[in-house]
């Protein structure tokens, strides 16, 4: 989860109040007070679980300050003990788990300072499993795309409150990749001839032309059916314009539902909430931020964050952009200007281009894609004959054409 690396964390803990400006205004922390930020959830799924632990970061600061060496470790009243290691910016549970219906569970965290944290004890929520995802083409604000829907049903009424990650990855076709590539070799110079450049074209070995993005959501997407007659989810998860290039070729999402209880449901819509700059620059600041974490030592000490344990359910779906538009041109590319650039590979002045061709191939920045084989060669940007300069060539295990 990224929720809590939004800086709203650190408005919260200034005693400023920010009423009007008229003018920019260069933030810059003054009384900064440290909190422990906590980001864990636990759910029914068999797996290492994980819990993110940090220190909230300053306005000037890039990002929040993981904090090492804790004591991290889960609880249940059925006397089991989970615990869990340190490993890069997360504590990753030492052996796979998964939360059980009727079981209550509860975070523990010692610092490496001897300061002790806990949660609240959680049951796990209804399980409520993703019936199955729709993509339509529907016009939102005026923009013509891709609706990606989700929809499931829970005939006991007792999900109510939903939470939702994805992950989306799409095919990328560079459009003007070339078979062959041209680089520079460097021919050493001898006691007689000084050391030259020649420009060598050869067979490409290394797949360039088709790549694999995925990007993870970043937005707090909730869901309420605690107003209907009955808990059922049709909900709009992703909004893709039929112009944006990562549908112009083969697209898939995949979708995790989280079920949640009131308490965290009311925790995620708040922290949304402020998470807009609305929010942020109103005159009337709603004070410190608390979750379902506290001190054992210290009752008012301030801790931010939130544990749950939340019953997921996913699903993916897959299409085309000819599916879905089958009489339209493919939207922009990745970049727009992918003209070809003639360059004569003679030295001297126009129209000899010899230098500058040399210098495009030497830094990548150009990319072959055709020659005369001889001395005229015409390149385009890197990107847009070499999709691998921004994206991976590397097939996803879970893709299916």
């Known amino acids: 989860m990224k929720y809590f690396k939004i800086k709203i964390s650190v408005f919260l803990l200034l005693s400023l109040a920010i009423t009007s400006c008229t003018e920019q205004y260069a933030f810059k922390t003054t009384d900064f007070e440290s909190a422990l930020v906590v980001e864990g959830t636990i759910t029914n799924e068999l797996k290492n679980q994980t819990i993110k632990v940090s220190q909230v970061y300053q306005l000037e ?31 990753v549970s030492l052996t796979p788990f998964k939360a059980m219906p009727g079981t209550k569970y509860k975070l523990n965290i010692k610092t490496r300072e001897g300061k002790n944290y806990t949660s609240d004890e959680q049951l796990l929520t209804t399980e409520t499993k993703i019936d199955n995802m729709t993509a339509t083409v529907e016009t939102v604000d005026g923009q013509r795309g891709v609706q990606i829907n989700v929809n499931s049903y829970d005939p006991a009424n007792t999900s109510k409150y939903y939470r939702y990650e994805y992950t989306e990855t799409y095919k990328i076709i560079a459009p003007m990749w070339y078979y062959q590539e041209a680089n520079i070799n460097v021919i050493p110079g001898t006691p007689t001839t ?37 808990d059922r989810v049709h909900y709009p998860v992703r909004f893709i314009s039929d112009q944006n290039y990562i549908i112009s070729h083969r697209y898939t999402i995949m979708v995790k539902q989280y079920v949640q209880n009131l308490a965290a449901y009311t925790f995620y819509k708040t922290l949304r909430e402020l998470s807009t700059s609305e929010s942020i620059l109103s005159p ?25 344990v939340s019953a997921v359910s996913s699903d993916r779906i897959y299409f085309n952009y000819k599916d879905l538009f089958p009489n339209d041109n493919l939207p922009p590319y990745y970049i727009e200007d992918c003209d070809l650039k003639e360059y004569i590979d003679c030295p001297g002045d ?18 072959l894609f055709s020659w005369d084989h001889e001395s005229k060669y015409f390149l385009v940007k890197a990107p847009c004959g070499d999709c691998t300069t921004f994206s991976s060539n590397l097939v996803p295990t879970f893709w299916i054409e």
């Open 194 to 230: 000084p050391e030259r450049e020649v420009i060598v074209v050869t067979n490409r070995v290394k797949e360039v032309k088709t790549c694999y993005s995925s990007k993870t959501s970043d937005a707090i997407l909730l869901n309420n059916t605690s107003t209907s007659s009955e």
């Open 61 to 91: 600061e890039t990002g929040p300050r993981f904090e090492k060496g804790a004591n991290v470790f889960i609880t249940d009243d059925k006397g089991n003990e989970y615990q869990f290691k340190e490993n890069d910016s997360l504590y």
């Open 350 to 367: 126009l129209p000899c281009t010899g230098q500058i061709l040399r210098s495009s191939l030497r830094s990548k920045g150009r990319t």
């Open 284 to 308: 009337k600041q709603p004070g410190f931020f608390y979750g379902n974490m506290k001190s054992v030592e210290n009752p008012n000490e301030k801790v931010i964050g939130f544990f749950e």
